[in-house]
């Protein structure tokens, strides 16, 4: 099979194309890898919705000259400075002629005018939002995608299959397996969770169909491996099914969201429904949440949507009012107790201990915990709006089919438990002239308050300063709160963040920021309040339009338990990181580009031994401007002391897949991916990646064991666009 593989990617090694979609691939590429920098290398979490976002107004333009910020502020690409300017200087002299007019707004550089071209048009009249029925038929665009995602070395869960490699496989407890080709054995292992009850293939498929931004419509459909497919526990075939109908721009109604979708208000306090991009990054101005409101959910994650039905209704030039309704299945840990009701009628309660949140059924003890609890979701958001000022009121109630009753420890006793929680607060933000001020305050039904506010400022046109103050009480609870913190939630947590971003000229840019925090109550691994702080800085520098090279440190101090063997309570002590990156990009040629990274860190907990680790790799992308035919190769060295001390890189991957592995221990990574476009509208790609360790004969543990050294994958992917 390896080489098979490496026999395709040979065959279309040619010369590429240089876009997908027409977008700048390398665009797309360094917004994700500076949105997930703060997303700890989670190889599961989905960032689908960023591309949808770009390839949206790749295909459906954002017109300068009549837009919002709102809208500007979907691209996730400019700062609320440069969104600000823009808007001030067409009030101020009316509409833009031509896009080359941007080179005269502060802020809008020619590297920011080249990033975003692709996205944004100037029009002398708005667009019409109305089409007929034929006309959405005849210029509306269909796709249709199919992918299969493989491991090429078997894992422990599959030892029950075929072997095509030969390897000997055991148990979990570490004896040879008993005789597989006995369907009785084989049952009992499924039935005491030793073995996967599917196959190793992760499957997937989309249709969707979208004209302009008024009309979306379509379905998701996805089995990860080890899950059953039309057979056993999965007879519908697959694990997750998601589908949507959205619509936008229909008479008063801004947007009609019906089956799957998102909501995002305000900052992210009081409700927030999928990932938020906007946080600790070299991004340093980037530190604002802008909210889009409904959105339609095209993405797999099985747990960070909605379904059911919401509007956004204009009541007025300046007002309008949205209102949600959502009831879905979560999988959680449960438990059943039965007792009885007042009339003395036997009854079973539901009562679980936390949410299953990773999206696996391949077991049978997963599969118990799927669906296991129920979700009803009710809320509205009001907003008044101006051209540079709005203000929002959000509420929100979540009621869940059973009594959340955690597993309570010292650090967790103040989190929500119970059956319903509702949460309101209120948002604003406010654009004058060089000054975006923003911010949201929230309070949960038990009273627990939680606020953050900051400002961002052009103090002139080569420097821009940000700042933000976060308090987050320990009591809040916000289920559906995505905000600006260093935790993983929003509570229990003060701060204050501050950034700064100066561009003498076109070639030299410096960003960077400095956070200091303070978590008043205990935290998991933490016995005490505890501080900290995190400071970046990074020099950019870009010659010529085919080079760019910046320099990065990066250093975060923290508390966290001693992992010395002490007796009572675990003393704190400090953890310090520091990683060093060196990243240059150049271009060979019009079709040839190269990517050069060497990234060093620094890890320390208390007084246990300093523990390094290293990454250098080196990145070939070539893409001619006609062909048929792209091929990305990475080829990377590492060696890390510790798991501390991984790093983590992100990789480029087929359109709608994304991957930030981490790299630990001693080895070696490569990978190469090729993209071939045999006829109009039809892409295909292939993509085969290996990670060889030089200091492990056993890779991963449990059900995900692989012997031997090698970790590698295959993964195909067929686009259909009409």
Same mark, same amino acid.
């Given at each position: 099979?390896?080489?098979?593989?490496?026999?395709?990617?040979?065959?279309?090694?040619?010369?590429?194309?240089?876009?997908?979609?027409?977008?700048?691939?390398?665009?797309?590429?360094?917004?994700?890898?500076?949105?997930?920098?703060?997303?700890?290398?989670?190889?599961?979490?989905?960032?689908?919705?960023?591309?949808?976002?770009?390839?949206?107004?790749?295909?459906?333009?954002?017109?300068?000259?009549?837009?919002?910020?709102?809208?500007?502020?979907?691209?996730?690409?400019?700062?609320?400075?440069?969104?600000?300017?823009?808007?001030?200087?067409?009030?101020?002299?009316?509409?833009?002629?031509?896009?080359?007019?941007?080179?005269?707004?502060?802020?809008?550089?020619?590297?920011?005018?080249?990033?975003?071209?692709?996205?944004?048009?100037?029009?002398?009249?708005?667009?019409?939002?109305?089409?007929?029925?034929?006309?959405?038929?005849?210029?509306?665009?269909?796709?249709?995608?199919?992918?299969?995602?493989?491991?090429?070395?078997?894992? #422990?869960?599959?030892?029950?299959?075929?072997?095509?490699?030969?390897?000997?496989?055991?148990?979990?407890?570490?004896?040879?397996?008993?005789?597989?080709?006995?369907?009785?054995?084989?049952?009992?292992?499924?039935?005491?969770?030793?073995?996967?009850?599917?196959?190793?293939?992760?499957?997937?498929?989309?249709?969707?169909?979208?004209?302009?931004?008024?009309?979306?419509?379509?379905?998701?459909?996805?089995?990860?491996?080890?899950?059953?497919?039309?057979?056993?526990?999965?007879?519908?075939?697959?694990?997750?099914?998601?589908?949507?109908?959205?619509?936008?721009?229909?008479?008063?109604?801004?947007?009609?969201?019906?089956?799957?979708?998102?909501?995002?208000?305000?900052?992210?306090?009081?409700?927030?429904?999928?990932?938020?991009?906007?946080?600790?990054?070299?991004?340093?101005?980037?530190?604002?949440?802008?909210?889009?409101?409904?959105?339609?959910?095209?993405?797999?994650?099985?747990?960070?949507?909605?379904?059911?039905?919401?509007?956004?209704?204009?009541?007025?030039?300046?007002?309008?009012?949205?209102?949600?309704?959502?009831?879905?299945?979560?999988?959680?840990?449960?438990?059943?107790?039965?007792?009885?009701?007042?009339?003395?009628?036997?009854?079973?309660?539901?009562?679980?201990?936390?949410?299953?949140?990773?999206?696996?059924?391949?077991?049978?003890?997963?599969?118990?915990?799927?669906?296991?609890?129920?979700?009803?979701?009710?809320?509205?958001?009001?907003?008044?709006?101006?051209?540079?000022?709005?203000?929002?009121?959000?509420?929100?109630?979540?009621?869940?089919?059973?009594?959340?009753?955690?597993?309570?420890?010292?650090?967790?006793?103040?989190?929500?438990?119970?059956?319903?929680?509702?949460?309101?607060?209120?948002?604003?933000?406010?654009?004058?002239?060089?000054?975006?001020?923003?911010?949201?305050?929230?309070?949960?039904?038990?009273?627990?308050?939680?606020?953050?506010?900051?400002?961002?400022?052009?103090?002139?046109?080569?420097?821009?300063?940000?700042?933000?103050?976060?308090?987050?009480?320990?009591?809040?609870?916000?289920?559906?709160?995505?905000?600006?913190?260093?935790?993983?939630?929003?509570?229990?947590?003060?701060?204050?963040?501050?950034?700064?971003?100066?561009?003498?000229?076109?070639?030299?840019?410096?960003?960077?920021?400095?956070?200091?925090?303070?978590?008043?109550?205990?935290?998991?691994?933490?016995?005490?309040?505890?501080?900290?702080?995190?400071?970046?800085?990074?020099?950019?520098?870009?010659?010529?339009?085919?080079?760019?090279?910046?320099?990065?440190?990066?250093?975060?101090?923290?508390?966290?338990?001693?992992?010395?063997?002490?007796?009572?309570?675990?003393?704190?002590?400090?953890?310090?990181?520091?990683?060093?990156?060196?990243?240059?990009?150049?271009?060979?040629?019009?079709?040839?580009?190269?990517?050069?990274?060497?990234?060093?860190?620094?890890?320390?907990?208390?007084?246990?031994?300093? #523990?390094?680790?290293?990454?250098?790799?080196?990145?070939?992308?070539?893409?001619?401007?006609?062909?048929?035919?792209?091929?990305?190769? #990475?080829?990377?060295?590492?060696?890390?002391?510790?798991?501390?001390?991984?790093?983590?890189?992100?990789?480029?991957?087929?359109?709608?897949?994304?991957?930030?592995?981490?790299?630990?221990?001693?080895?070696?990574?490569?990978?190469?991916?090729?993209?071939?476009?045999?006829?109009?509208?039809?892409?295909?790609?292939?993509?085969?990646?290996?990670?060889?360790?030089?200091?492990?004969?056993?890779?991963?543990?449990?059900?995900?064991?692989?012997?031997?050294?090698? #970790?590698?994958?295959?993964?195909?992917?067929?686009?259909?666009?009409?």
């Amino acid at each position: 099979m390896r080489s098979v593989a490496l026999l395709v990617l040979l065959v279309l090694s040619g010369a590429l194309s240089a876009q997908v979609d027409g977008i700048p691939k390398d665009l797309i590429e360094q917004r994700i890898e500076a949105a997930v920098e703060q997303l700890g290398g989670d190889e599961s979490i989905d960032l689908t919705n960023l591309f949808e976002l770009l390839a949206d107004r790749y295909n459906d333009p954002i017109d300068l000259n009549h837009t919002t910020a709102e809208e500007l502020n979907t691209l996730l690409l400019l700062s609320d400075l440069q969104v600000s300017t823009l808007l001030s200087h067409i009030k101020r002299n009316g509409r833009l002629l031509s896009i080359y007019e941007l080179q005269s707004i502060n802020g809008w550089d020619v590297n920011t005018i080249a990033m975003v071209r692709p996205f944004i048009t100037v029009r002398e009249n708005p667009l019409g939002s109305n089409a007929s029925f034929k006309e959405i038929l005849s210029k509306g665009a269909h796709e249709i995608t199919l992918r299969s995602t493989m491991n090429i070395e078997e894992r #422990r869960g599959f030892q029950h299959r075929t072997n095509p490699f030969g390897q000997e496989y055991f148990a979990p407890d570490g004896d040879a397996l008993p005789d597989l080709d006995n369907a009785n054995v084989v049952d009992s292992l499924k039935r005491n969770n030793r073995i996967y009850l599917g196959s190793p293939y992760r499957i997937y498929t989309r249709y969707r169909f979208r004209y302009r931004q008024n009309i979306s419509f379509g379905f998701t459909a996805e089995k990860d491996e080890g899950e059953e497919f039309f057979r056993g526990t999965q007879p519908n075939g697959f694990d997750f099914y998601s589908a949507h109908l959205f619509l936008r721009e229909i008479g008063r109604f801004k947007a009609i969201a019906v089956g799957d979708y998102s909501a995002q208000f305000g900052q992210g306090l009081t409700f927030w429904n999928g990932l938020a991009f906007a946080a600790k990054s070299s991004f340093s101005m980037n530190v604002k949440r802008n909210a889009i409101g409904l959105a339609p959910y095209t993405s797999v994650n099985e747990n960070l949507f909605m379904r059911g039905v919401a509007a956004t209704y204009a009541l007025g030039k300046r007002w309008e009012v949205t209102g949600f309704y959502s009831n879905k299945k979560l999988d959680g840990n449960v438990s059943s107790v039965t007792g009885t009701d007042s009339l003395g009628t036997a009854i079973e309660e539901v009562i679980f201990s936390s949410f299953q949140e990773d999206g696996f059924h391949r077991t049978v003890r997963e599969m118990e915990k799927k669906d296991a609890v129920d979700e009803r979701i009710i809320g509205g958001h009001l907003r008044y709006k101006r051209s540079t000022f709005s203000m929002g009121v959000t509420g929100a109630r979540v009621d869940f089919g059973g009594e959340l009753s955690r597993n309570l420890q010292a650090y967790n006793q103040f989190d929500f438990q119970g059956r319903n929680n509702t949460t309101i607060g209120t948002d604003w933000n406010l654009l004058y002239r060089n000054l975006t001020w923003f911010g949201e305050v929230a309070r949960s039904a038990n009273g627990g308050l939680a606020m953050n506010t900051g400002a961002v400022v052009a103090l002139d046109k080569r420097v821009s300063m940000s700042l933000l103050l976060r308090d987050y009480r320990r009591d809040f609870h916000g289920l559906y709160s995505v905000a600006f913190a260093e935790g993983t939630n929003p509570w229990n947590e003060r701060g204050i963040y501050t950034g700064i971003e100066i561009r003498p000229n076109r070639q030299w840019s410096f960003n960077g920021y400095f956070d200091q925090f303070r978590f008043p109550w205990l935290r998991f691994q933490t016995d005490a309040p505890s501080d900290g702080f995190d400071w970046l800085a990074q020099l950019n520098w870009k010659p010529s339009r085919g080079v760019e090279l910046y320099a990065r440190v990066r250093h975060q101090d923290r508390a966290r338990n001693t992992a010395d063997d002490v007796d009572g309570i675990d003393p704190l002590v400090r953890v310090e990181q520091t990683n060093y990156r060196v990243n240059a990009t150049y271009k060979v040629s019009n079709s040839v580009s190269l990517r050069t990274r060497v990234e060093t860190v620094d890890f320390q907990r208390g007084t246990a031994p300093l #523990r390094h680790g290293v990454l250098i790799y080196q990145d070939l992308v070539h893409r001619p401007l006609s062909s048929p035919l792209e091929l990305s190769l #990475r080829f990377a060295l590492f060696d890390t002391e510790s798991f501390d001390a991984r790093l983590f890189a992100y990789e480029s991957e087929l359109i709608g897949v994304f991957a930030i592995p981490p790299y630990y221990g001693r080895g070696i990574r490569w990978y190469a991916m090729a993209h071939l476009t045999p006829l109009r509208g039809v892409d295909l790609w292939v993509r085969y990646g290996a990670f060889i360790y030089q200091d492990q004969d056993v890779i991963s543990s449990g059900l995900q064991e692989i012997p031997g050294n090698t #970790r590698s994958d295959l993964k195909l992917q067929l686009r259909w666009k009409f």
